[in-house]
């Protein structure tokens, strides 16, 4: 049978030791990897507000969900790229030169990723977290732990995207109302009064550029 170099997790080599767990770290991070995108990045309000535009204004799967990720991940990458070079600059870049232990890169690597987050986390989530845990109230950068800021980010995310969702939905709604008093009025309730809507609010929508003010406003608020 074949084996591979430097992965016996029965050797009592500690080099060997040693390579075994850092490959077994780096595919778990691996794993982790997409959680850690959605999680913590902007990846969540942007998949999330244009959720909201589809069911707003009643496409079904138009566009398809494809589409839309593809979209959001394209936009994230656009809005995280400053926080990614930082990282890179400042941890993955010694590591590969071998200026820094992986240690010292992690933490390094964290620091921006941490200042983005922080901006963008309401003060009430993070307490509800660190207060859970016992924690004071952190005075540095340093004294907020993933474990706590991760979840209070995305949590602050999601009411974040809802809010907006919540502002893409009037003008629909408002449509929707119209159509279906006149579709009253006339007479015609058996006819589905949204048949009648979903041409004039995708015809609004056209009008009004609404790709463009959403992805705007996307991009505004962070």
């Avoid at 016992?134 to 993933?146: A, F, K, Q, V, Y």
């Amino acid at each position: 049978m074949m084996e591979i170099p430097g992965l016996d997790i029965f050797s009592n080599d500690a080099e060997s030791l040693t390579a075994t767990v850092q490959l077994l770290l780096l595919l778990t991070v691996l794993a982790l990897a997409p959680s850690i995108l959605i999680l913590m990045t902007c990846f969540t309000r942007i998949v999330i507000v244009l959720s909201f535009v589809r069911s707003g204004l009643a496409t079904q799967q138009m566009p398809p969900n494809q589409v839309l990720i593809g979209l959001a991940l394209f936009i994230t990458f656009f809005v995280m790229a400053p926080v990614f070079a930082e990282v890179n600059e400042e941890a993955l870049q010694p590591l590969f030169n071998e200026e820094v232990s992986q240690e010292e890169a992690f933490e390094a690597a964290t620091v921006p990723v941490k200042e983005f987050m922080v901006q963008h986390t309401r003060e009430k989530d993070l307490a509800l977290f660190m207060g859970y845990a016992g924690m004071d109230r952190p005075e540095t950068l340093d004294d907020i732990p993933l474990t706590s800021l991760v979840p209070a980010f995305a949590i602050s995310e999601l009411k974040t995207a809802f809010q907006i969702g919540f502002m893409i939905f009037v003008p629909f709604l408002i449509i929707d109302m119209v159509v279906a008093s006149v579709l009253m009025s006339m007479g015609m309730m058996m006819l589905p009064p949204v048949m009648i809507s979903l041409p004039f609010k995708i015809l609004l929508f056209v009008m009004v550029d609404g790709w463009y003010l959403i992805v705007r406003s996307l991009l505004l608020s962070f």
